[in-house]
């Protein structure tokens, strides 16, 4: 059983267009994030949502818009490719607001030509 | 504000040395602690965490971390590192008060050669 799934797990595109990376977590966990791994392997986070809102937003470009149809499902659209784009995005999870562990998908790995 | 820092950037050692990484973080209150390890390829995975409690974690695959408040530190440990080990480690923290925003450090290259 995959707790944290992502799909693609690659996905190679051109500059300009629009992709959309999909996040699914099976725990029952109300809290969802999207992180940005550069390729220097930094880690940031990007967003996060609880039961469906919105509660973190870092300073990313509006190009980058998360949805979450459901609190199992956080997706992460991004208009407008661009070759800075290019990075792992990791999706994760965990149960709510206070302590607790977060639990990472196996990344998408983005490339825009 | 608020950051977590790790102090070496690559470390190369050979099987059965000992393996220590250094973590420090800066935050007002108190705060979550973890380790997560992310072999090549793969996605993170959690090592430790500290949340409260005995300062001395362990973790998986005989790994262990001391949080220690005064210096705001939370260090990674193994006594004898195997070759599976190779991967790289991140340290990383978010306030008990918050929607765990997790901060992470710039990570830590551990080789390990047969």
């Known amino acids: 059983d995959t707790a944290v799934s992502q799909t693609p797990k690659y996905l190679v595109t051109q500059m300009g267009n629009d992709k959309s990376i999909k996040c699914e977590q099976n725990l029952g966990h109300d809290t969802m994030y999207w992180y940005k791994q550069d390729s220097k392997k930094f880690l940031k986070i990007m967003f996060s949502y609880n039961n469906k809102e919105l509660i973190i937003n870092e300073t990313v470009p509006n190009r980058f818009s998360p949805k979450s149809p459901d609190k199992a499902h956080l997706n992460l659209h991004i208009n407008s490719l661009e070759l800075g784009d290019s990075a792992v995005y990791f999706c994760?999870?965990?149960?709510?607001?206070?302590?607790?562990?977060?639990?990472f998908g196996p990344g998408t790995r983005l490339t825009v030509l | 504000a608020q950051s977590v820092s790790q102090h070496n950037h690559h470390v190369i050692l050979s099987e059965a040395a000992s393996l220590e990484l250094g973590c420090n973080y800066s935050?007002?209150?108190?705060?979550?602690l973890f380790w997560y390890v992310q072999y090549p390829g793969q996605h993170l995975q959690l090592l430790l965490k500290y949340f409260s409690g005995d300062p001395l974690v362990k973790g998986i695959k005989g790994f262990e971390a001391e949080f220690i408040k005064s210096k705001f530190s939370f260090n990674l440990r193994k006594p004898s590192v195997q070759w599976s080990d190779t991967a790289e480690y991140f340290c990383a923290a978010y306030p008990t008060d918050s929607w765990g925003k997790l901060q992470f450090g710039a990570g830590t290259q551990v080789v390990v050669t047969p």
């Open positions: 994760a999870s965990k149960v709510g607001e206070g302590t607790d562990t977060q639990y």
């Open positions: 935050y007002g209150g108190t705060v979550n």
